[in-house]
């Protein structure tokens, strides 16, 4: 999906400006936990790594790491959690690249990827979806100047990031509407550039298709632009998971290792939903920090866009639905479309709860979570 990292000169500029800090998105912005070995009880502790992205519903890990709900370094105290399921957790927070490369090679245990960037890893490295965290239902959007609907942009370029959600949900938008992709070229273009190149109202960009934070700020600066259509159209297609190697889950802990990144995001998601307000703000002030730095105010946006599954059930409804399964095929379909599958090659088999396939959406682990007190 959201899968190069390019620009990030051009993204701090455009966020330390409008947004208060540098911006991350699912692709953006390294941030490196330090995983230093440290002698403690955690020794005796199986110990499983999993590679983060700062986006909204996977900062809810980092989050926790700062928490103490899980320590995040090999070795030392372990959190809460740790304790809990007698797992030791190695968080690693890198670019969005990165973490797929590191998890399609066996670097790592987990990863927090898009449902329509697990389809490439499972044919090297058959893996299960543990736990849908989120859907985009309006943070990915298109945005032009000098055009009101989708109709208007037919011949002309619209810019953003390639073989990503970007161009996904584009494509899809366009077809929901009954209109030919073919005829609405799209362009590669790093999203931080394009945005700040509508921004500016400089260039011949004068259409771009960005996630959040990119698309809020460019609203915001661009007084002119106007946003045509967003993923609120295609709804539950573009969903953030947390994924896991199938060879991780065969290991000693692995599936404890699976329930307890089922239970930490749940409990951050608990902590955002307090009837307490103040702890509930101070959870999305807490995200937000880890999320471009956005304010309290801004989160609020960011979170109705970018919907989370925030109980085990949510989840649970989701992978066992039969509206999913077709929208798999709908996603397998339009990444074959894209580019982002080989046309000429076989994509993945897909199961549910079916671990013999290459991709595997299971509910065994959001269950363990919700079970365990």
């Known amino acids: 999906m959201k899968n190069a990292i390019f620009g990030l000169v051009a993204m701090l500029a455009v966020f330390t400006a409008g947004c208060g800090g540098e911006p991350v998105g699912r692709p953006d912005q390294t941030t490196e936990v330090e995983t230093t070995t440290k ?38 105290k372990p959190g809460v959690l740790e304790k809990k399921w007698n797992v030791d957790v190695v968080l690693e927070v890198k670019d969005y690249d990165p973490c797929l490369a590191q998890f399609a090679t066996g670097a790592v245990d987990a990863v927090c990827m898009t449902n329509m960037d697990s389809l490439n890893p499972a044919l090297g490295r058959p893996c299960t979806a543990i736990c849908p965290t989120s859907t985009s239902v309006g943070a990915d959007k298109v945005i032009a100047v000098d055009a009101t609907k989708p109709e208007d942009l037919k011949g002309k370029k619209v810019y953003g990031l390639a073989k990503s959600v970007s161009q996904y949900s584009y494509y899809r938008e366009l077809e929901k509407r009954g ?24 260039g011949e960009v004068k259409a771009i298709c960005v996630w959040n934070p990119f698309a809020l700020q460019t609203l915001r600066t661009n007084t002119q632009s106007k946003m045509i259509c967003d993923s609120a159209e295609i709804p539950e297609e573009i969903i953030d998971m947390i994924v896991i ?21 749940y409990e951050v998601c608990n902590r955002l939903n307090d009837t307490d307000k103040d702890r509930a703000d101070a959870t999305l002030t807490a995200l937000g920090e880890d999320f471009s730095k956005l304010p309290l105010d801004d989160m609020r946006i960011i979170v109705k866009e970018t919907r ?9 409804t989701l992978f066992t639905s039969e509206s999913y399964k077709q929208t798999m095929e709908t996603v397998v379909l339009t990444c074959q479309k894209i580019e982002v599958l080989e046309k000429d090659k076989p994509a993945p088999t897909i199961g549910y709860n079916d671990p013999e396939k290459q991709l595997n959406f299971s509910t065994k682990y959001m269950e363990m979570a919700s079970e365990k007190k």
Do not use: R
Request: aromatic share 10%; with cysteine; glycine share 10%.
């Open 245 to 265: 190697g199938n060879d991780s889950l065969k290991k000693d802990g692995g599936e404890n290792f699976a329930a307890l990144l089922c239970d930490t995001y």
């Open 39 to 76: 002698t403690s009880s955690t020794s005796t502790m199986p110990a499983f790594s999993v590679a983060s992205s700062e986006y909204p519903s996977w900062s809810t890990l980092m989050v926790a790491a700062k928490a103490g709900l899980i320590n995040g370094s090999k070795g030392g």
């Open 179 to 202: 209109l030919n992709p073919v005829e609405y070229p799209f362009e590669n273009l790093d999203p931080a550039a394009a945005a700040t190149a509508l921004q500016s109202g400089s």
């Open 308 to 316: 989370f599954y925030d109980t085990p059930q949510k989840g649970i």
